[in-house]
């Protein structure tokens, strides 16, 4: 097991398989050093997930923890990027997160601290990254949240 599943069994998080795309698109495209993982979406290994509108149906507890969930997948894709070992990566380099928000719900950043805490909890220094969060009208399949990231791998 590398360094980062270790840390990640020491929060509880188990990496559900990576979530096939549900489209016409790839769940990852490597680039030299760099993948780019596609968008995540907070949907839980059993199909279900955090869905619906955040500040109207989603409270802000909820949300961040769909960020969060939306990381766990994040990290189950890079691990299919890095042929399994965690271990490769060298930098969490940007997260890009998007939260289906309410007219009045302003407190994206904090939705998307799920994300980016889990990051740096996985992958310590390796996980401080740059990053946009942006609030949205609609996501797909009417998740609350998505989030994508580009990563330095070795």
């Known amino acids: 097991m590398s360094v980062v599943e270790d840390r990640l069994a020491a929060l509880g998080v188990t990496l559900p398989e990576p979530a096939a795309p549900v489209a ?26 955090v869905t619906g509108t955040v500040g109207v149906e989603v409270e802000l507890e909820a949300a961040v923890a769909a960020a969060r969930l939306c990381a766990v997948n ?8 890095c042929a399994g ?14 939260v289906q928000a309410g007219p009045d719900f302003y407190a994206i950043p904090q939705v998307i601290n799920g994300a980016s805490d889990l990051m740096v909890a996985a ?28 990563v330095e791998i070795a």
């Open 85 to 98: 070992d965690l271990d490769r990566v060298k930098r969490i380099v940007k997260l890009g997160g998007f």
């Open 74 to 81: 994040l990290i189950a894709q890079i691990k299919a990027a």
């Open 24 to 49: 016409n698109y790839v769940p990852f495209v490597r680039s030299g050093d760099l993948v780019h993982i596609s968008g995540q979406i907070s949907r839980d290994a059993s199909g279900g997930g």
């Open 123 to 150: 992958f310590g220094d390796k996980g401080r990254h740059a990053r946009s969060a942006v609030g949205v009208y609609k996501l797909p399949l009417n998740y609350s949240v998505e989030v994508d990231a580009v």
